[in-house]
C-alpha cells in the first residue's frame, strides 16, 4: 500500500489526534509517533501539520495543554502534554459516526465494500 501523506488527511487530522489521545495524554512527538504506529507505518505526518492541530485543538476546548513538572529522568526541556477533555471526548464520538457516513458513501459511489464497525 502506498504512503498516506498530508493532503489525503486534511480535514480527518483533529479526529485522528483525538482518537490517539483518548488511549492517554501524550506530548507532541509521542501524538506523532502513535499516529505512526496506529497506521502502520503508512502515515506520513509532519510536526508541521501537527502543532497547528494541537493549537486549534486547545483554543477550542477539545484538548488541554499543561507543561510536564520535570523531564522524568532524560535530558533536555519540558514537554507539553496534551490530554483529551469532556468536549473533546463529544467531538470525537460525533468524528466517528461522520468517518462511518462518509466510508459508506464513498464506498457506495465507488462501488466498493464499505468496512463495519
Avoid: N
Avoid at 480535514?11 to 489526534?17: F, P, R, S, V
Amino acid at each position: 500500500m502506498k504512503s498516506i501523506h498530508g493532503d489525503k488527511l486534511r480535514g480527518h487530522l483533529e479526529t485522528l489526534i483525538l482518537s490517539v489521545l483518548e488511549r492517554g495524554e501524550a506530548h507532541g512527538l509521542e501524538i506523532l509517533h502513535r499516529l505512526d504506529q496506529a497506521g502502520c507505518g503508512l502515515l506520513h505526518l509532519k510536526e508541521g501539520s501537527l502543532y497547528p492541530a494541537l493549537y486549534r485543538l486547545e483554543e477550542s476546548g477539545k484538548i488541554q495543554a499543561a507543561w510536564e513538572e520535570e523531564p522524568h529522568g532524560r535530558r533536555g526541556a519540558r514537554r507539553r502534554l496534551y490530554r483529551l477533555t469532556t468536549k473533546g471526548k463529544r467531538e470525537l464520538a460525533k468524528g466517528r459516526v461522520e468517518w462511518a457516513s462518509f466510508v459508506r458513501v464513498i464506498s457506495e459511489i465507488m462501488g466498493t465494500p464499505a468496512w463495519t464497525t
